[in-house]
């Protein structure tokens, strides 16, 4: 009997731990639009990629095959329309015990879903942000990703590779790694380039494991036409729900990091229920 219980409480201790290194990270890649005068000089970047690096991987939803209607439906004009009843605010009424609230929820890794695997069904939590951004005459959003990750000591911690491929001639790509010691860190480091007709760039293969563990080869320049133009260094000492940026006088970074954790299997659920 004693084993027994010392058995469950070890699966819950580590149950515990693997919930506490658990993070949900959301990111928005930001360029500034107008052209500020400045005295600062940029050097031409140099690309450091490093080997073991991590590549985030889209979740693959099944392809949804819609047939098309016909043109002449035989509805008649009425039939296209419906009332529908505004409500005045006034005439809301919202029960005590259903009152609203600001909380928010505990991000969750579902269980057909892996760490560093990017879902973009899931209602991303900087979409507030990204709409101010999207509204301001001096940004334009370039990217955004969010995954999952457990967060290890800085010796393991992984260089995730992100990248958000061209949009309106612009990408950004570069590292970002987390990793906590008394607190949480991460280090970026990332470039922007621009596509440029009369530039070439040569073929940069760069090797990186996706969520399953399969090697893959990748060629950074698989666009040719494109420059690099800026690069920023970034390292930060943070804490889950805190909002940062990475600032550079073109581009930069909004970052979250939030405390997850992963959904019971119904395995899990019969030790707790025990």
């Known amino acids: 009997m004693k084993y027994k219980i010392s058995l469950l409480l070890t699966l819950f201790s580590i149950n515990l731990i693997s919930e506490e290194q658990l993070y949900l990270v959301d990111l928005i890649l930001i360029k500034y639009l107008p052209e500020f005068e400045t005295n600062e000089k940029f050097s031409t970047p140099e690309l450091e990629i490093p080997e073991d690096i991590i590549l985030l991987e889209e979740f693959p939803y099944p392809k949804l095959k819609i047939n098309s209607l016909p043109f002449n439906l035989e509805y ?13 605010d006034s005439d809301l009424v919202i029960p005590e015990n259903e009152s609203p609230t600001n909380i928010e929820t505990i991000p969750t890794l579902e269980l057909k879903k892996s760490l560093f695997e990017i879902d973009s069904a899931r209602d ?14 001096d940004f334009r959003v370039i990217a955004t990703k969010s995954w999952f990750q457990n967060i290890k000591n800085r010796d393991e911690a992984e260089f995730v590779f ?15 790694q987390l990793y906590k010691e008394r607190f949480l860190h991460f280090n970026s480091k990332l470039y922007l380039s621009e596509l440029d007709p009369l530039f ?39 804490r889950s729900g805190e909002l940062h940026y990475v600032d550079h006088p073109k581009f930069g970074m909004l970052v979250k990091l939030t405390k997850a954790h992963k959904e019971l299997s119904s395995l899990d659920n019969g030790l707790t229920k025990n």
């Open 124 to 137: 991303f939590s900087l979409s507030v942000e990204v709409s101010k951004i999207a509204r301001s005459r």
């Open 200 to 238: 070439i760039q040569e073929e940069k293969l760069i090797v990186g494991k996706n969520v399953f563990n399969e090697e893959k080869e990748i060629d950074i320049f698989e666009e040719r036409n494109q420059k690099i133009l800026f690069e920023v260094n970034h390292s930060k000492k943070f």
């Open 76 to 88: 008649k004009f009425q039939d296209l329309f419906m009332s529908v009843q505004i409500e005045e």
């Open 162 to 176: 992100i990248d958000s491929d061209f949009f309106k001639g612009t990408r950004i790509f570069g590292l970002f």
